[in-house]
């Protein structure tokens, strides 16, 4: 089973300023075929479902603002928020959707400072 | 627009079966090339995925909870439902269903999520 491990756990940044979340995965998810990473981050807020914003590692869902960006490749992706809104503020997950089971990363919680 | 609703008893018995019926609407589930899946989340805790289903009838369970888990789905109804039997108290959590793109087999990013449903197993 591929195991998802993400930091920090939760980090603290100030309104307009970047934040980044890292999410490793324990096998490549790189399906060297096609040149597609399996991975997916999805934002919750309390007491609502996830949301997804990126697929294919890279590419934004539909009407996810574009401060929203996923980069990486293989086993090290990363979710950047190039300038935090208060909107921001949630948990954020990694998934990967390379096989079975599918699996997420813990969550890292992002608040402002 | 796709919409998921869950529906289901909200509390449980150990031991007892939990049985959960999740709605589409606003398109069929029987076109596309879909999966229809459930995850779950203890409170407090993160996301764990339970099964996934393709309207074809291929289903794909978590190794962890393969021996109780059970989905199915009913076309004629536009309804996916889950069974989890021989529940426990760490069974306890929000029931989500979700809509998945296929991927590889069984295999998908969720892209239109349930509200989710609390369901409590306590005698």
């Known amino acids: 089973d591929i195991v998802m491990t993400q930091s920090p756990d939760s980090l603290a940044v100030s309104l307009g300023e970047r934040a980044t979340i890292n999410c490793n995965s324990s096998q490549s998810v790189l399906y060297t075929s096609n040149n597609k990473n399996y991975l997916a981050w999805y934002q919750q807020k309390p007491g609502q479902p996830p949301r997804l914003l990126i697929y294919w590692a890279s590419t934004r869902e539909s009407g996810v603002p574009d401060r929203f960006s996923g980069s990486g490749s293989g086993t090290d992706f990363t979710l950047t928020i190039s300038s935090l809104q208060a909107a921001d503020v949630a948990v954020y997950y990694c998934q990967q959707y390379y096989s079975t089971p599918l699996a997420f990363g813990q969550g890292t919680k992002v608040e402002i400072k | 627009q796709l919409q998921l609703q869950e529906s289901g008893p909200g509390l449980v018995k150990p031991s007892e079966t939990l049985s959960l019926t999740c709605s589409v609407s606003?398109?069929?589930?029987?076109?596309?090339?879909?999966?229809w899946g459930w995850i779950r989340q203890p409170p407090g805790k993160g996301l764990e995925w339970i099964a996934n289903?393709?309207?074809?009838?291929?289903?794909y369970y978590n190794p962890s909870l393969k021996s109780r888990v059970t989905i199915s789905l009913d076309t004629s109804r536009d309804q996916f439902s889950l069974k989890l039997s021989s529940v426990t108290a760490a069974d306890t959590a929000v029931y989500y269903c979700?809509?998945?793109?296929?991927?590889?087999?069984?295999?998908?990013?969720?892209?239109?999520w349930g509200q989710g449903t609390l369901v409590t197993v306590s005698s």
């Open positions: 289903i393709h309207y074809g009838g291929s289903t």
């Open positions: 979700a809509k998945a793109e296929v991927a590889f087999g069984g295999t998908g990013y969720l892209d239109h």
């Open positions: 606003g398109d069929s589930i029987s076109t596309g090339s879909y999966y």
